[in-house]
């Protein structure tokens, strides 16, 4: 039996969950609607005020299957309740974002601006000059957008230039010692 795919997921209130005939779980709450098809082995019930996700058989990948769900399922809950977040910073001199409508513009120390359009259902929030937030209600959406800017400028392992999650842990190398005795 998955670890992760018996426990039950709580519903809270102002959370209702609807499961169609074509194994398509819908999930409306305070922040909006999100949907996940499920495909497999894998059964979704609502019982007392909480999800149920049974698998059918312990079959091939049934197990991996159970476990997936649950957790997407239990994502969903919680982005249409209480929302997802990354903080992004930015480091270099002259490196900053700003918002303008809905869209960022990063200056990175190329001849030119970056612009990334707000994707529908995230927004950006520039905290400083040298921080994004990136919001919504999915974390696979959220997490994806954050990544995707990250990689316009990873981190320089030298000087630390780039950008990076907040709290990530940025190791920076050293220097050349040619020269030194």
Known sequence: MSRIGKLPIALPKGVSVKVSEDNTVTVKGPLGELRQRITGPVNVREENGSLIVERGSDDGNAPALHGLYRAL?????????????????????????????????????????????EPNGITFTVAAPTEIVVKG?????????????????????????????????????????????
């Open 73 to 117: 399922l239990f994502n969903m809950v919680n982005g249409v309740t209480a929302g997802y977040e990354k903080s992004l910073v930015i480091a270099g001199v002259g490196y900053k974002a700003i918002k303008q409508g809905g869209k960022i513009v990063l200056s990175l120390g190329f001849s030119h601006p970056v612009e990334f359009e």
């Open 137 to 181: 209600i999915s974390k696979e959406l959220v997490g994806q957008t954050a990544a995707n800017i990250k990689a316009v400028r990873p981190v320089e392992p030298y000087h630390n230039y780039g950008i990076h999650y907040k709290g990530e842990r940025v190791v920076k190398k050293e220097g050349k010692t040619a020269g030194k005795k």
